[in-house]
Each structure stands twice: as structure tokens, then as C-alpha cells.
């Protein structure tokens, strides 16, 4: 019979293996679902080289689909929405001036400001490919994109407005008024404001990145090194909480599982998407990794217990790389500095 501390000794290096455990429950399901029949007029990707134990058709991550149909008229009216400074208290801000929807979707700060001029708790994520998560913010408090954007102009610290308010203001203007008859046969409304910005938040998709074309069939599209890198990727148990078509937003997850992070609270975070993350620095909720190569360094150590190579940190970046997408034709680009 082993001692008490031996015991707990066993049973803490079993839990510290878990990620690898999950990453070869998930990849066994996979294996073991029925197979998609592939599509005779598409190569099939480079699966021997990339992922020797996975079929066609069975990869965990899914590309990006392209925007839903909407009706152009409510798209063009959430931009317009999502650009007017008139939905702040003091018309100071939009909400594109947090989220640039012409580079990552986000900035480069490392947290943004208050209207009062302090610090925000969190890191600003990106906007691209939000639609595609489970649930929205760093906390995972919403489940809706319209009431994320309600939570955000009712916010004291990032719009301080009042629904109310913002209708009433966009009501008085003329040509404002006469888009909302356009796209709504009828003025603005608290349901159909924040509708109109829900419905251009799900077209800021970004399809077309290399991961996604060699997922598609391209076996050029990566290197030898970037197929190593998701190689890692998956064989270190980053998979398991990075899958699916947004490579993550998918789930919840303890911060820290096997190292403490510099910041402790909150202790369980929404994980984050990894699409177009090379071009969204600094990184974590709180911005404290600078480079996506300390991010993926600090992450093997505190959510693996792994202490990554130079060279598997080099591989599995170059392999993140490959996840920028597309908006309007063009790569997604980080913010310049």
C-alpha cells in the first residue's frame, strides 16, 4: 500500500498528464466517427506528413466557412453602427476605436482605457471571427453577440450609454433614421440597433488562411516546418483546448493549471480563439506577453508542465502563423506600433 504522500505523489503526476490524455481521447473519437465521404475533385492534404495518425476528413480543427447571407442593408447599417461615436456618452469613441476591423480587429495596447482614463481589466480581443465563439469577452459572461454589444454601451467604463439614450440620438438624425426605415421598416429600436451590429459582427469573418487550404487539400500550403509545428501542437495537448473552427472560444479553462500566471484572477477564463493570432500581440487576458514566442513558452509551462525547446516554440509559431485569415481579400495584419 503506498504512504499518504506517496499517494498523493502518484496521483498528482496521473493529473499532470491530462492534457496529453485528453489530446488521445479526442483524437480516438475522431478516429472512431463515421468518415466524410471526400470530395473526388479535391486533393487530399498532406496527411502523412503533417498528422501520421489522423484520416482525411478527420482533423480537429475545421476552416472557416465564409460569412452567413445577410441582408446587406442591416451589414452596412452594424458598421455604420459599429464606426458612430454616438453610441459614447461623450462621443469620444466607437466602438472600431477598441476593435480595428482594417488590421486585427483589436489594437496593440496592452489594456485599453476607461472613459476615465484607467486601465481596463482585460487585454481587448479580437472582433474577427467573435461570431464563431460559444460565448463572448474574456469571462465568457455572454452568450449573445447582441448582448455583449448591449453590455458594452451600458458600460461605465467603456461606452456609458444607456440603449435608450443611444436610440434617441440616432432617432434625431435624419439620414440615421431613414437607414433604420431602410433595413427595418422602421426607426431605431433598442432590438433592432443592437441586431444591426450583431448581424456586421458575423460577417467579420476571415477564411482563406493557409492552415485552412491545407486543410482543404493543399498539401503545399505549409512548410515542413509549420507541419511540425501542429505536429507539437497536437501531440503536447495544446489541441485540447485549441479546436474546433475557431482553434478555440470553444470551451472554458483553468488559468495556470500547472504554474502560476502573473495575474491569478480570474482563475478560469473563456480560452481564446488562435485565428489571425500572430497579428493580435501583446497576448493573455491581461496583455503580459508581449510576443506570441514568450505566449507559447509561458503556456507550455503553465497549462502542459512542459518546458518547450527553442525550436519547438519556433515550430509550433511558425505553425500559428499559418492561421491568418482574410477580410475583404486582404491578409488580417496586426495593428503597426
Known sequence: MLRPAAAHDAARRQFRRWPQLLCVALLLIAAHAPAASPDPAQPAPDVEAASPDLSVGQEPITPIPQPPAADPRKVALGQQLFEDPRLSRDESRACSSCHDVHHNGADGNRRDLSLDGKELPFNTDTVFNAALSFRYNWEGSFRTLEAQAAA????????????DEVVRRLNADSETAKAFYDAYDGPATRDNLLDAIATYERSLLTPGSRFDRWLEGDASALSPEE?????LFRSLGCISCHQGVNVGGNLFERYGVFQPMPASRPVVLRVPSLRNVATTPPYFHDGSAPTLREAVRRMGRAQLDRTLTDDEIGAIVAFLGTLTGTYQGAPVTAVPR
Not at 451600458?154 to 461606452?159: F, K
Not at 507541419?227 to 505536429?231: A, F, L, Q, S, V
Open 152 to 163: 458594452s454601451i451600458g458600460s461605465s467604463d467603456i461606452m456609458g450609454m444607456t440603449l
Open 227 to 231: 507541419k511540425n509545428g501542429y505536429r
